[in-house]
């Protein structure tokens, strides 16, 4: 078992910027990729961003891209979400997923491959 903490989540202006950290604990030696996704209210969960186990690989979704930088810092078993330039469109419940084998690009992009999930945390811009 993996358990997944969000945190950081919050109440911005636009413009301003977010850092959304995960913690896992549990099973995390079996770690493979980490991923961040988002709701808003009324729509279906998206894909934001992708990082492999290394670090070494990164994938954005388009409207993620030159604004979010996924990282990990494996010594404490925590990914983040560096947020900037944040829109009223990016208000939606973050949640950080992680799966048990290693997923290729696209693949990456479907929450289905992904074994555990947290909580969420609220992320709202305010415009």
């Known amino acids: 078992q993996v358990q997944l903490v969000e945190s950081g989540g919050g109440l911005v202006q636009a413009g301003g910027s977010l850092r959304l950290s995960c913690a896992a604990s549990?099973?995390?030696?079996?770690?493979?990729?980490m991923a961040w996704f988002r709701q808003a209210p009324g729509k279906e969960r998206e894909f934001v961003a992708a990082?492999?186990?290394?670090?070494?690989?990164?994938h954005y979704a388009d409207s993620a891209k030159g604004r979010f930088t996924i990282s990990r810092d494996n010594a404490k078993n925590t990914v983040y979400l560096q947020m900037n330039s944040l829109k009223p469109e990016d208000t939606a419940v973050y949640f950080c997923?992680?799966?048990?084998?290693?997923?290729?690009?696209?693949?990456?992009?479907?929450?289905?491959?992904?074994?555990?999930w947290g909580q969420g945390t609220q992320v709202t811009v305010s415009s």
């Open positions: 997923a992680t799966a048990l084998r290693d997923i290729s690009w696209p693949t990456l992009k479907q929450g289905v491959r992904y074994d555990y």
């Open positions: 990082i492999s186990w290394s670090g070494g690989s990164t």
């Open positions: 549990g099973r995390t030696f079996s770690i493979y990729p």
